[in-house]
């Protein structure tokens, strides 16, 4: 896949201001601080279309992104352990959900989860969701930079057990800092998009 134009579109704070252009869209999820933003500016290649932040939870609305002038992605608010009021956590659940529910024009769900740590009990529940609900899913395993190399086998086996994934189930191991992962996943992203 050759990304050749990206541009930040809107953040949406309700599904009345999500772009009308019709084009296919891939939603990214993951909890707070997995890597949203920087898989982004990776793939991309821009250091900073979407905004990084070492402070959890920074992403509160939906970011639309509009890449090669064909398709979005859209980063979703993270789950987790983002500092926030119950009931704007709410809120953001309730938006989160009425995009995946509602939305024709998505294609599939990218769900990032730290290679780092066993999949949280957040993680389980947003995959258990999305494959209820027959959503196409690709899971990145991310900051593969972070462990050594030889300890990637294991991490990932972990990730697989602790998401119940089957062996063929897709997972990428992902690193935007060293570019780990970059084809494999833009091969599925291409997959997921002309998969309607």
Do not use: C
């Amino acid at each position: 896949m050759k990304i050749v134009s990206a541009e930040f579109v809107i953040s949406a704070a309700s599904p009345s201001q999500f772009p009308e252009e019709g084009f296919p869209e891939l939603a990214l999820v993951g909890r707070s601080n997995v890597g949203k933003s920087s898989l982004i500016n990776r793939l991309v290649g821009r250091r900073s279309l979407a905004k990084t932040s070492s402070t959890p939870g920074k992403t509160r609305l939906l970011n639309f992104y509009r890449i090669n002038n064909a398709w979005h992605w859209v980063d979703l608010p993270g789950y987790g352990y983002a500092q926030v009021s119950k009931s704007m956590r709410r809120d953001w659940q309730g938006l989160i959900e009425k995009y995946l529910r509602n939305r024709p024009q998505l294609r599939g769900v990218i769900q990032l989860v730290d290679i780092r740590h066993p999949p949280t009990e957040n993680d389980r529940q947003m995959f258990e969701w999305l494959t209820h609900w027959g959503f196409p899913v690709v899971v990145v395993a991310t900051k593969a930079d972070k462990i050594a190399r030889g300890r990637w086998p294991q991490h990932l086996k972990t990730v697989r057990e602790g998401l119940n994934l089957s062996p063929s189930f897709p997972l990428v191991l992902f690193s935007s800092e060293k570019g780990i992962g970059v084809e494999e996943l833009g091969k599925l992203i291409e997959e997921l998009l002309t998969s309607k």
